[in-house]
């Protein structure tokens, strides 16, 4: 039997989208992909070389409404749906102090309940199973100074991942949440030349990892979270070893 399988990928215009999309279609899987961004859409199925199994709905996932007709729209041109990926999220740098309530329901909205609405609308679907990938950053576990309010809503959805996976593994949903530091594009380089991108993560990286997720190797993990974070580092200067020691900085 062919593990190729019909995906909804919601939010799939961000930096993301074209790798995961990518690889996916590489592996066989026949995708619905679902944004607002309409132009952006049709750029990214166009980009990939298997246009019949590549289809396109213009809709805004976070409305459930919405996420219900996406999932509709899958079946009608695929004839089942066994997932979701869903990349749609939000981003939010301040302190405190400069960051308004207003912000803190922004990133609440666009990466928690995005992937609850999104979830309600498949869910339904996967009587025999299926997969639900989610898209979280190492600020959830490790939030530096002034991402709090995005670095909430991202352990939020962790949180609410792992609760998901318990509630839905007893009837095969496999339900994961891939971990991420900033996205390896050209853009992120041109914007940060100073940045040391080896401790960035390369998009194809996370691809290969969804691919994996969604695929007969991975049948015995549920509720995984798994780290993709390139050659990420954290120093501090409590790393100065006591006398005598190798320095630790230096290894
Ligand atoms: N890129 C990174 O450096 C990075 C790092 C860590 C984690 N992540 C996570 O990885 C996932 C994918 O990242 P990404 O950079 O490709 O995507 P993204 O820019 O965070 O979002 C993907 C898409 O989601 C849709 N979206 C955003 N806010 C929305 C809202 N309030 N309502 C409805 N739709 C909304 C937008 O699509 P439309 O406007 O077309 O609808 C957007 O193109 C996200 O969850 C992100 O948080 C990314």
Redesign the pocket.
């Known amino acids: 039997m062919s593990d190729a399988r019909v995906f909804l990928v ?8 074209g790798a ?1 999309t990518a690889r996916l279609a590489a592996s066989g899987h026949r995708l619905m992909l ?5 132009a ?2 049709k750029e990214i199925a166009e980009s990939v070389d298997a246009a019949d199994r590549i289809a396109t709905v213009v ?5 459930p409404l919405r996420a219900r007709q996406a999932v509709s729209e899958t079946i009608d041109r695929f004839g089942r749906v066994d997932g979701l990926i ?6 939010h740098i301040g302190p405190v102090m400069l960051t308004d309530l207003d912000a803190y329901q ?1 990133m609440y ?3 928690v309940l ?1 992937a609850v609405a999104a979830t309600q609308a498949v869910l339904p679907q996967l009587e025999e199973g299926g997969h639900l990938i ?6 959830a576990t490790e939030p530096f100074p002034g991402f709090g309010a ?1 670095a909430a809503a ?1 352990a939020a ?1 962790q949180a609410w991942v792992k609760s998901l996976s318990h509630e839905v593994k007893g009837r095969g949903v496999h339900a994961h949440t ?8 050209e853009r ?1 380089r041109e914007q940060r030349p100073h940045m040391n991108f080896e401790q ?2 390369k ?1 194809s990286a ?1 691809a290969d990892v969804i691919d994996f997720l969604v695929g007969p190797g991975a049948d015995g993990m549920y509720g995984a979270t798994v780290p993709v974070l390139g050659k990420l580092e954290f120093t501090t200067t409590l790393m100065s070893a006591p006398p005598g020691a190798p320095r630790l900085d230096r290894l």
Not at 86 to 91: D, N, S, T
């Open positions: 919601t939010g799939p215009t961000g930096d993301m989208g995961v679902a944004a607002r961004n309409e952006r859409l809709a805004d996932t976070t409305e869903h990349l749609v999220g939000g981003f922004r909205r666009a990466n995005s989610f898209l979280s950053s190492v600020l995005y991202k959805l891939v971990v991420m530091t900033m996205a390896d594009t992120a960035a993560t998009p996370v």
